[in-house]
């Protein structure tokens, strides 16, 4: 099953996965851990290549469950806390305008151009959990080192609730949390 996939996944150009009517043939034991390894059938997925590829075909339904997909088969699979993991950021110029850029752990890279494309809320324990829209619906989990890179580049903000960390890309501002 998983080689059918990755011949199919290889195959393709970047096409329109909401197009696509595959067959649904349940669940695939593939699992997108919350650090962002995948695992197939237990073992993790060490090529990059392959999450590449999977992470191309994954596609998020309206139930929310995740699936990978081709234009012909569709799998459900297992994503224990976000698909993706941002593992870098760096400021760019677009345009003329300082945005910033973000990759993840499967190569994409996506700017942060969106108005709430960056959110951060915080989990019991009051710890900040940052997440990031890439595209269609799925998300990526900042993670700690870019995250505290961004929380640098805030700048503090009186509001009349108190004081708050933002960080500015293009026209936007994301709120990181009280000060």
């Not at 197009?19 to 997925?45: C, K, R």
């Not at 989990?141 to 890309?169: H, K, M, W």
């Amino acid at each position: 099953m998983l080689e059918q996939l990755v011949k199919h996944a290889q195959q393709l150009p970047d096409y329109d996965l909401a197009s696509w009517q595959p067959t649904f043939h349940g669940d695939m034991n593939l699992v997108i851990a919350a650090d962002g390894t995948w695992y197939h059938e237990g073992s993790a997925i060490l090529k990059s290549k392959i999450m590449q590829l999977f992470g191309r075909l994954l596609q998020r339904q309206k139930n929310d469950d995740y699936w990978i997909i081709t234009p012909v088969d569709a799998f459900r699979i297992t994503v224990e806390d976000l698909p993706f993991v941002i593992v870098a950021a760096d400021q760019v110029l677009q345009n003329g305008i300082k945005v910033w850029q973000f990759t993840s752990n499967t190569g994409d890279q996506t700017y942060l151009s969106r108005a709430n494309q960056l959110v951060v809320t915080f989990d019991s324990e009051q710890q900040p959990q940052p997440k990031l829209w890439l595209r269609d619906g799925l998300w990526g989990r900042i993670n700690r080192a870019v995250f505290y890179q961004l929380a640098l580049a805030c700048e503090v903000v009186e509001t009349p609730q108190g004081d708050r960390a933002e960080l500015t890309s293009g026209p936007h501002r994301y709120c990181f949390g009280p000060v």
